[in-house]
C-alpha cells in the first residue's frame, strides 16, 4: 500500500509561479519513479513530467518544457514539480503517482498504480 498526497496548488496571476509537493509513505519511495500528470474540466488526464527513482532521467512534456521542473529527495520522500511562468492553460488538478510499468510508458496514466487525491492550480488573467 502507497499513500501519496499532494500539496501547494492554489490560485495565481498569470505569470506566476507555484511548487507542488507530493508526500509519499507505505512503500520504498526511492526506489519508485514517479510521474505528475494534470486534469482539466472536461479533459483526459494529461502527462507533465516523470523521473527516474536515482532522478538518472526526467521527461516533461512539451506543454510545460521550460517552465516546468520535476525534482525528488528520496531522504525525505517527497516528490516536487516547481512550475514557472502559469497560463490560464495550467489550471487543472494535478496528480502524483508511483509508476508500475516501466520508464518506456512514463506517460500512459495506464503505467502508473497508486495516485494522489490531487491539488488544484488555478491561474488567473
Known amino acids: 500500500q502507497v499513500q501519496l498526497v499532494e500539496s501547494g496548488g492554489g490560485l495565481v496571476q498569470a505569470g506566476g509561479s507555484l511548487r507542488l509537493s507530493c508526500a509519499a509513505s507505505g512503500r520504498t519511495f526511492s526506489s519508485s519513479d514517479m510521474g505528475w500528470f494534470r486534469q482539466a474540466p472536461g479533459k483526459e488526464r494529461e502527462f507533465v513530467a516523470a523521473?527516474?527513482?536515482?532522478?538518472?532521467?526526467?521527461d516533461v512534456a512539451d506543454s510545460v518544457k521550460g517552465r516546468f521542473t520535476i525534482s525528488r529527495d528520496n531522504a525525505k520522500n517527497t516528490l516536487y514539480l516547481q512550475m514557472n511562468n502559469l497560463s490560464p492553460e495550467d489550471t487543472a488538478v494535478y496528480y502524483c503517482?508511483?509508476?508500475?510499468?516501466?520508464?518506456?510508458?512514463?506517460?500512459?496514466?495506464?503505467?502508473?498504480?497508486?495516485w494522489g487525491e490531487g491539488t488544484q492550480v488555478t491561474v488567473s488573467s
Open positions: 503517482a508511483v509508476l508500475r510499468r516501466s520508464y518506456a510508458t512514463r506517460r500512459e496514466p495506464g503505467g502508473y498504480d497508486y
Open positions: 523521473i527516474t527513482w536515482f532522478s538518472g532521467s526526467i
